[in-house]
């Protein structure tokens, strides 16, 4: 049971264009949404984070928006470079325990 | 965020051999944690290191094959033993921090290739 889900496996964006990566959970209980961007053999960095009584926080160019009804988050980047192209993961968790990673959607930005 | 430095980065070695990687932080953590991620796939819970006893493992994952050292609040290890081609990974380190321990931070983990 996969309790967190990124339907996009990759994801193609021309350079200076906006990146949207989507992020949907099945678990009710998750009060806490991370984003993580990984590079071929390197840990995760930590991106942007979310607490649930929020529905949106920004940071530079990486914004994520929280809809709880829908159970459903996304992370847009603006504009989109080159260096953005990873893999992204969104992560849940509940009470600062169990985080729960999704696949992860691998971005190309083109230059 | 803390500074994490994990050991070695990366090591090909033969089956039936055991590896132990070294998880370093800056600074003290109450949360610590041991991930995998196998090739094309996501990240995957092995453990919570607790600092003075017993790690907790998460459901397929046992001891005997993974055992971890948390001596103190700064420092941990991860052994894979008695390895096989399937334990070709990449493993990680990681730390919770924050107000309530709700961010995780990663080290630059450890390619691990079994021959």
């Known amino acids: 049971d996969q309790q967190v889900k990124q339907n996009s496996p990759s994801l193609s964006v021309q350079e200076g264009r906006i990146s949207i990566l989507n992020c949907d959970y099945t678990?009710?209980?998750?009060?806490?949404f991370l984003w993580y961007k990984k590079y071929p053999a390197e840990g995760p960095t930590f991106l942007i984070s979310?607490?649930?009584?929020?529905d949106k926080n920004e940071d530079g160019r990486f914004t994520v928006f929280l809809n709880k009804s829908a159970k459903h988050l996304s992370l847009h980047i603006v504009p989109s470079q080159p260096g953005d192209s990873a893999v992204y993961f969104c992560?849940?968790?509940?009470?600062?325990?169990?985080?729960?990673f999704g696949p992860g959607t691998r971005l190309s930005v083109l230059p | 965020s803390a500074v994490i430095s994990q050991k070695p980065s990366r090591d090909i070695c033969q089956r039936g051999t055991s590896l132990t990687i070294q998880c370093q932080v800056d600074?003290?953590?109450?949360?610590m944690f041991w991930y995998r991620q196998q090739p094309g796939q996501s990240l995957t819970l092995i453990a919570t290191?607790?600092?003075?006893?017993?790690?907790?493992?998460e459901s397929g994952f046992v001891i005997d094959k993974f055992p971890i050292s948390r001596p103190n609040l700064t420092f941990s290890t991860l052994t894979v033993s008695n390895m096989s081609p399937e334990d070709s990974s990449i493993y990680l380190c990681?730390?919770?921090?924050?107000?309530?321990?709700?961010?995780?931070?990663f080290g630059s983990g450890t390619q691990l290739s079994v021959l």
């Open positions: 990681s730390v919770a921090q924050g107000s309530t321990n709700e961010k995780l931070f």
């Open positions: 678990n009710s209980m998750f009060d806490y």
């Open positions: 979310i607490s649930s009584i929020k």
């Open positions: 992560a849940a968790s509940a009470q600062g325990q169990n985080f729960v």
């Open positions: 600074s003290q953590v109450t949360m």
């Open positions: 290191a607790n600092q003075g006893s017993e790690a907790t493992y």
